[in-house]
């Protein structure tokens, strides 16, 4: 038996019987919905309808009249109040006008935008009266004339009575007036007095009466009435011809029922069978047909039901006989065509064998043999030349290859502002960052490159601080440990300076207490600079008044600055002057300066010290001559140990300016020397008090 269903279920006879049969079924659902929807001018829903009064067809008779008739006794009203302008709504009028107000404008040589509007709207009334008279007059002519076209399709209503009228306007086709003898009639609709009348009363649960209703809402229900009456072979007529729809509706609708489920049996058999000869096999065959590409498929599919549309309703509207060959025909191609998109879909190239992925992937492979075949500018020159030739010969689907080359410089674009923003990154000193990059191109290389020379950074730079860290750690142990015994020395040398000593030895204890002495400062120092430079000194910000921490340390050096006879000129600000520091570190500082002024600064000098307001910052300049020439630059004169003279005879350490400019720097400042000829010049930053 599987034998058997194996070889008829497959084979090519069972597949064109299938297949025929699936274009009959489709056939067939289509000539059922033409036959109701086209040929009957009617619709399916006639099918679930209890009865005429409750059918969209009865409203359909009703709506055209009542909504008429509400026109012209709501809107229009008669011809004297169209030919006065009645009818012309303001809003339009006034887009009219505006129009023509905006013509004026542009055509007006004397036209001038700063000049008040309503000057050039008097001068638009007059120049433009013509106009403005004829437009109006054109929008009464519109009217009238849809007046009258409203006036002679109430003429052709028989077998209806009607009467409307606004209190001074009637529109009927009928002597009567009274609502009561219309209300003999088999079915009667009546409006008045914000109430509504409609009979019979089955009518009341139509779904579609808001379509007779809603024409109704903008009339005055004061003054308005509207009455309208179907006479009982007018009813007997559209009943006949409702239960006439109807039946077909019901026939057509079982044979749609039918036919879809056949199609849909059929059509689900060839999706499981095409293109193989067993259910097992997963090869699947191709013929010519299946050659073409699939996106030409898909807009032949998509342009078949457009042209048969037009077809049937354009060329054979009146040949009836035609609509099933052409049918028959349009169901063929559109089926094969669908059927072999199946196949694809089954072979997986459902996109593979299409013409725009056939480009796509000449396009991919062309950029890939360019970019594995030279350099940057190998690459560039062909791009740029192969490019305008890809869309001299894709101007078909240009957008397809525009679209390709935007992705293509985007992602390029992207991956250069990626490498652009890390390299920001990394200079502003975030050597962790890494520069992401995708691919294996020349953006790809050169972000691993600068990866490669960030990670040498980080370890260089992570060296030299570990090493920074362990000079300024020995440096303090050992000024620590220096510290204990020196204090004895010196200590021991007091006792001794005490004591009754020859001549010679008191000599000698003399220059223990110098070099002893010299060493505990040279120690002291070497401490503070290193605990300076690592930062762990606790910093204690207040308001100072900079002026009077200056003229009070002036103060107490001033035996110094009389033992070398220095002048000390201070500039400054009339205002009261106020920093955000640390007292003590901030006097150290400036203290350090005044000891290298004393121990370089040339006898008998003027030292200026200049005190300058820069808004957010306060400048701090102390300027001296040199009494010896200044051979040496300001950044060697920076450096720890480094002093003015290279003779090293004056008493200093050499870390005076790097313990200033360190403890500056703790409180948020700045610090820095210039050197000019034989001029010393110290310049300090520092933040401004803000309440």
């Known amino acids: 038996m599987d034998i058997k269903l194996k070889k008829y279920s497959h084979s090519i006879i069972t597949k064109i019987i299938v297949f025929i049969m699936a274009i009959i079924c489709f056939t067939g659902v289509i000539q059922a919905f033409v036959e109701v929807e086209i040929v009957n001018d009617g619709n399916f829903s006639s099918a679930t309808e209890d009865n005429y009064f409750k059918s969209r067809a009865y409203v359909q008779e009703s709506e055209h009249l009542v909504s008429s008739l509400s026109r012209l006794i709501g809107e229009f009203k008669n011809e004297e109040h169209i030919v006065n302008g009645g009818t012309i709504d303001e809003a339009e009028w006034k887009s009219v006008e505006d129009n023509l107000f905006s013509d004026y404008q542009l055509q007006s040589e004397s036209f001038i935008p700063e000049l008040p509007e309503e000057k050039y709207y008097e001068a638009f009334q007059k120049k433009y009266a013509d106009e403005i008279s004829q437009a109006k007059e054109q929008m009464i002519k519109e009217d009238l004339k849809e007046y009258h076209l409203l006036m002679q399709n109430l003429e052709e209503f028989e077998g209806v009575v009607f009467y409307a009228s606004d209190g001074a306007n009637v529109f009927t086709n009928t002597t009567i007036t009274e609502k009561t003898k219309f209300e003999t009639y088999p079915s009667y609709m009546i409006f008045e007095n914000y109430k509504q009348e409609i009979f019979p009363k089955e009518t009341e649960g139509n779904e579609h009466l808001r379509l007779i209703t809603q024409d109704l809402d903008g009339l005055d229900p004061e003054n308005s009435v509207l009455y309208v009456a179907f006479s009982e072979g007018f009813l007997d007529q559209k009943i006949n011809e409702w239960e006439e729809n109807k039946a077909i509706a019901i026939k057509n609708l079982y044979k749609l029922a039918g036919f879809l489920g056949g199609f849909i049996l059929s059509f689900v058999y060839l999706i499981l069978v095409i293109g193989r000869k067993s259910f097992k096999e997963q090869?699947?065959?191709?013929?010519?047909?299946?050659?073409?590409?699939?996106?030409?498929?898909?807009?032949?599919?998509?342009?078949?039901?457009?042209?048969?549309?037009?077809?049937?309703?354009?060329?054979?509207?009146?040949?009836?006989k035609m609509i099933i060959p052409i049918t028959v025909l349009f169901s063929i191609v559109g089926l094969v065509l669908v059927l072999s998109l199946v196949k694809h879909v089954k072979n997986r190239t459902l996109f593979k064998h299409t013409l725009i992925y056939c480009f796509i992937h000449m396009i991919v492979k062309f950029t890939g043999d360019v970019y594995r075949s030279g350099g940057v500018g190998v690459k560039t020159v062909l791009i740029v030349i192969g490019y305008p030739i890809l869309i001299a010969l894709t101007f078909f689907m240009f957008p397809v290859t525009i679209g390709i080359a935007a992705w293509f410089a985007f992602k390029k674009v992207k991956s250069f502002q990626a490498i652009q923003e890390g390299v920001e990154t990394i200079k502003d000193g975030n050597l962790h960052h890494r520069i992401e990059v995708s691919g294996n191109g020349e953006f790809g290389k050169l972000a691993d490159n600068i990866n490669s020379i960030t990670d040498g950074l980080k370890k260089a730079v992570d060296s030299e601080l570990k090493s920074e860290r362990l000079k300024t750690e020995l440096i303090t142990n050992v000024s620590h440990d220096i510290r204990t015994p020196l204090t004895s020395i010196i200590t021991y040398v007091d006792l001794l300076k005490n004591e009754k000593l020859p001549s010679k030895a008191e000599e000698y204890v003399e220059v223990l207490d110098q070099k002893s002495k010299r060493l505990k400062i040279l120690t002291d120092d070497l401490f503070e600079a290193a605990k300076a430079s690592s930062g762990n000194i606790p910093v204690d910000f207040v308001k100072i008044d900079i002026v009077s921490l200056i003229t009070q340390g002036l103060g107490e050096v001033n035996d110094k600055i009389e033992a070398m006879d220095l002048d000390f000129k201070m500039n400054y600000p009339k205002d009261k002057i106020y920093v955000t520091a640390d007292g003590k570190l901030l006097w150290r500082s400036i203290e350090n300066l005044l000891s290298n002024i004393f121990k370089y600064a040339h006898e008998g000098s003027r030292v200026y010290i200049d005190i300058e307001d820069l808004g957010s910052e306060i400048l701090l300049t102390f300027k001296n001559i040199s009494a010896t020439e200044l051979n040496i630059s300001a950044d060697e004169l920076m450096e720890r140990f480094k002093r003015g003279d290279e003779s090293r005879s004056s008493q200093g350490s050499g870390l005076g300016l790097s313990i200033a400019k360190n403890l500056i720097e703790i409180q948020k400042g700045k610090f820095n020397i210039q050197i000019d000829g034989d001029l010393f010049k110290a310049v300090i930053y520092l933040p401004k008090y803000t309440d």
């Not at 699947?284 to 042209?307: A, E, H, Q, R, T």
């Open 283 to 320: 090869a699947v065959y191709l013929n010519g047909v299946d050659k073409i590409y699939n996106d030409i498929k898909i807009v032949i599919c998509m342009m078949l039901f457009p042209l048969w549309v037009v077809l049937v309703d354009d060329v054979f509207r009146n040949i009836n």
